[in-house]
């Protein structure tokens, strides 16, 4: 991580401290309740349990710390983006999305927005300032985009979208905000699945949206409470615990995947790596300008379906999931779900195990399938 992100790193296992009174828990307490006590004026109190919990504020409060915003929380990645989705866009509004993102974001789009007379257009991350901006209420940034790990500028994207008028929201979610920090960068709003990393023990999803546009969270604010997609307490409670090692995680994570990526790129069963801290790479030169880490995501390219499979089921050290950003590396082969890639590629979720020990596995998974 870059010295501008120490004192949250920093910041983030000591936030509970300055509001703490003599004999409170040092761990954040986890409230079950629908019904709060309130008598009389029920102004500047938690009043119901669709509308205030104070342990997802806990873990507002430390994502907003992360993310130097205001931020809500919602119970996934999805509700995240729906929000923003929802809450900003009008009939008869365009919209920008990537082609080669997220793909139940372009689902989403199709499915609910489009009976609603919002257009959604699509554009290659790697490709996205291709054609400007004009006409457009929101332009949507996956970047690095996942699975394909390209990259588009994103303070180049908000400029020329201000310029128009549009709004610039970026999914953030594969490089958490010690990776890489849209609002700096001068995106109006990030969304993220705290699902993958910010979690990283893959036992809760989870999502948030955070900006410095006062509006624009007032509205997501608004929905969450209108439409009732609200985050169980316990969710936010495992995430806030999960917050407080993100930096450490994430950190082995990246510096893992920049070990291995060139070895797997030398690895003769291996046709190509997409990894942006790869000097060659197509996104190298943008990821290195923007990003403050390479990510722990490595797309490989195998020879075949098969010897894809049969990579990941010779690996003891993968664990064979859709998903990303766990503790344990996982991976799998992307076309079993139809994404536009080749039957051969896999995603591999760099995990936390030691670096050296993890790359013996990986190098003798695939040393079977030459
Ligand atoms: C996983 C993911 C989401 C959706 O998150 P959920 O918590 O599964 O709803 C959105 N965007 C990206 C880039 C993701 O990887």
Redesign the pocket.
């Known amino acids: 991580m870059t010295r501008s992100d120490l004192p949250r790193a920093a910041a983030l296992p000591h936030l509970r401290q300055a509001r703490a009174r003599k004999g409170d828990p040092v761990a954040l307490p986890l409230t079950m309740a629908s019904m709060f006590h309130l008598p009389g004026d029920p102004a500047g109190f938690d009043q119901y349990g669709r509308f205030d919990n104070p342990t997802w504020e806990a873990a507002e409060e430390a994502l907003g710390l992360l993310e130097d915003a205001e931020t809500l929380a919602f119970p ?4 995240a ?1 729906s929000a923003v989705l929802f809450s900003v866009v009008r009939t008869g509004d365009r919209i920008l999305l990537p082609s080669d ?2 793909y ?2 372009r689902v989403l789009a199709e499915r609910f927005l489009k009976p609603l007379g919002v257009t959604a257009d699509l554009r290659p991350t790697a490709d996205f300032l291709r054609g400007g901006f004009e006409g457009y209420r929101l332009v949507f940034v ?1 970047t690095p985009s ?1 699975p394909g790990l390209d990259v588009c500028d994103i303070g180049a994207v908000a400029e020329a979208a201000h310029g128009v008028g549009a709004l610039v929201v970026a ?1 953030n ?2 490089m958490t905000p010690f990776g890489q920090r849209p609002l700096d960068l001068g995106a109006d709003i990030v969304v993220a ?1 705290d ?2 990393a910010p979690n990283g023990h893959s036992d809760a ?3 948030h949206v955070a900006s410095r546009n006062p509006d624009l969270i007032a509205a997501a604010r608004d929905w969450r409470k209108l439409a009732g997609g609200i985050p169980g307490p316990f969710e936010a409670w495992l995430v806030h615990r999960g917050l407080e090692t993100l930096e450490l995680r994430f950190d082995r994570m990246c510096g893992s995947a920049d070990t291995i990526a060139p070895r797997l790129r030398d690895h003769p069963a291996v046709r190509s790596v997409r990894f942006p801290g790869l000097a060659g790479d197509p996104a190298h030169d943008l990821a290195r300008a923007q990003m403050d880490r390479f990510g722990f995501l490595i797309g490989l390219t195998l020879a075949s379906e098969a010897k894809a499979e049969a990579f990941i089921d010779a690996c003891p050290l993968i664990q064979p999931a859709t ?2 950003g766990g503790v344990h590396t996982s991976a799998e082969r992307r076309a079993r779900w139809g994404d536009a890639v080749d039957p051969g590629f896999v995603r591999l979720s760099v995990g936390c195990e030691p670096t050296e020990v993890l790359w013996d596995a990986l190098e003798a998974a695939l040393d079977r399938i030459v």
Do not use: P, R
């Not at 996934?76 to 509700?79: E, K, L, N, P, R």
């Open positions: 996934s990645g999805m509700a983006i993102g997220y139940t974001t996956e996942n999914d979610t594969t699945a699902t993958k999803l989870f999502g998903s990303f």
